[in-house]
């Protein structure tokens, strides 16, 4: 029964949460009646998603244009830190906030038209669902099937941090290597931390502020220039090692903010399960008072329906009595004149 199995799956995800049950519980019935138990088997394990979840398989039923928009630009953004493209990066970072903006407003209208009130949306975690199919493939994967659970989330984009390159200072016959972390703030590097910027550390014979040709240097002995050449890269090394430091300081730091914040998360989410599954027993206790009071209000219409029969024949046994009060009165009249 693929056809089946494929149209209930599409109304059980396509429709708001509070029917799932009833449908599901529906088609299970339908399947066993006509005595396919596989089927029924593989209804039966479908599972209720929550409301965020809900609208994000709306979105991805109603709209897989959109869905495939957001596929592709997770790709671009993998791309372009893979690449270490920082200006391509910053701009696929904003057009991924306005992106994913104008996919929670066209969930937001949908789940509307298919009978959500607005006000009690979860559209934060519709867009941090959205935000995690952009940063994870999988993610992104299990949004297109339109067939969510629950709702996800992904902490953040950052740029790919830049590998270690290596610096080759000297002439030919010095072979020494320094190891610099390159970027906008290191002396010796442009801009774009590909290759020593004007005015940096120079390659050659030629060292900074050094001796140039003809008899700039003369008065210096070749010992002190040497010497002045070896306290400058002490200097520059000094410097390299301070910033290292302080770059590893704030590492740690921000790995104990990160540490931190998934904790939060974690409690965060744990919460969000302990509320939802109030939520859902809380739903359950209305549901079955709302059976109950349709029980009682069946049983209190059959009782008034009861009332009016009695009423009736309690009428119609006045007027019978009536007439054989008279029929009685008519033959002891007759049986007296008879005397």
Sequence with gaps: MPDVIDDVVRRLYEEPPDGFVATRAAAVEQARAAGDRETAKRLGALKKPTVAAWVVNLLARRRPDLIAELVELSGALRAAQRELQGDQLRELSQQRRAFVSALVTAARKLAVAAGAGAAKLPLGEVEATLTAALADPEVAGQVRTGRLIRAAAYAGFGEVPRPRLRLITGGDDDDSEISVLPGPADEGWDEEGSGPAQGGV????????????????????????????????????????????????????????????????????????????????????????????????????????????RKLARRTAEREAAAARRRVGDVQAALDEVD
């Design 202 to 309: 120079a390659q050659g014979g030629a060292a900074q502020g050094g001796v140039g040709q003809g008899g700039a240097g003369r008065g210096k002995g070749a010992g002190e220039a040497s010497r002045e050449d070896a306290a400058r890269e002490a200097r520059e090394r000094a410097d390299r090692e301070r910033r290292r430091r302080e770059a590893e300081r704030r590492r740690r730091e921000l790995e104990r903010e990160l540490s931190a914040a998934e904790a939060g998360e974690r409690r965060a989410d744990d919460q969000l399960k302990r509320a939802e599954s109030a939520e859902r027993d809380a739903e359950g206790l209305v549901d079955d008072l709302e059976a109950e009071l349709a029980e009682l209000e069946r049983r209190r219409t059959e009782a008034v329906a009861e009332v009016g029969r």
